[in-house]
């Protein structure tokens, strides 16, 4: 399996159980002036895309692209899978455009479109992989990976923890700690709830601790 391609520093925000702290704290005005922008061009992006107009597609890859192709590589584990998976979204979202009804964000609705890529090119991935370990039985088998450094680095083994989830606690904790998706944009993109979001991801944290903390020694073991 490839790398998995964690672009942003989100280890620290694994924080302890009941914390409840938001990831990020910013003023009431300067939430509101976020969000008011963040939807003008939401809609800007929509209405030129309905339309048509190639502008505004190239804008909706200038602005999203790279946040695509990050979300693509850590579910894929691959930039070229993920470069493609990119490509392929930006057919459908062509192809597909007058099946936008405004009932989320355009950009939410364009990485629905986005996941769901991914999971044919996993399960694509997958078939391929099964077809060739049957045309390989019978053949040398395959070499041993090489074992892990006495000291591996921090980002490596939150990448292996990462991979260690279940795909729907891993694209849960990407959408939000990487992506910065609300739980109602994910709920929207999974077609799940908001409840079902926030539970997911608290489970997706605990798994993360428990693979990443120490183990517990009996430090006292001597002492009586």
């Known amino acids: 399996m490839g790398s998995v ?23 009431e005005r300067e939430e509101r002036n976020r969000v008011s922008d963040k939807l003008s061009e939401d809609a800007a992006l929509a209405a030129g895309c309905l339309a048509g107009e190639m502008r505004a597609y190239e804008r909706l890859y200038q602005v999203q692209g790279a946040r695509m192709r990050n979300l693509a590589r850590n579910l894929l584990g691959s930039s070229s899978d993920a470069e493609d998976a990119v490509q392929d979204t930006f057919v459908k979202i062509q192809r597909g455009i007058k099946s ?23 399960r694509s991935r997958m078939r391929r992989k099964e077809q060739a370990q049957d045309d390989s039985e019978g053949s040398a088998p395959a070499l041993e990976p090489r074992a892990p450094g006495s000291h591996p680095s921090l980002r490596m083994a939150l990448e292996r923890a990462l991979q260690a989830l279940t795909r729907h606690q891993r694209e849960v904790f990407l959408l939000y700690e990487v992506e910065g998706f609300r739980h109602a944009e994910i709920a929207t993109l999974l077609e799940i709830s908001e409840t079902a ?9 605990k798994a993360l601790r428990s693979m990443l903390e120490p183990p517990r020694s009996a430090e006292a073991g001597g002492a009586r």
């Open 197 to 205: 979001s926030k539970n997911t991801l608290f489970q997706a944290k």
């Open 5 to 27: 391609g964690l672009t942003l520093p989100w280890e620290h925000r694994i924080s302890p159980e009941g914390g409840g702290e938001p990831r990020v704290q910013p003023s």
């Open 100 to 122: 936008f009804r405004g009932q989320s964000s355009f950009v939410t609705w364009t990485f629905r479109i986005l996941v769901n890529t991914c999971h044919d090119a996993r």
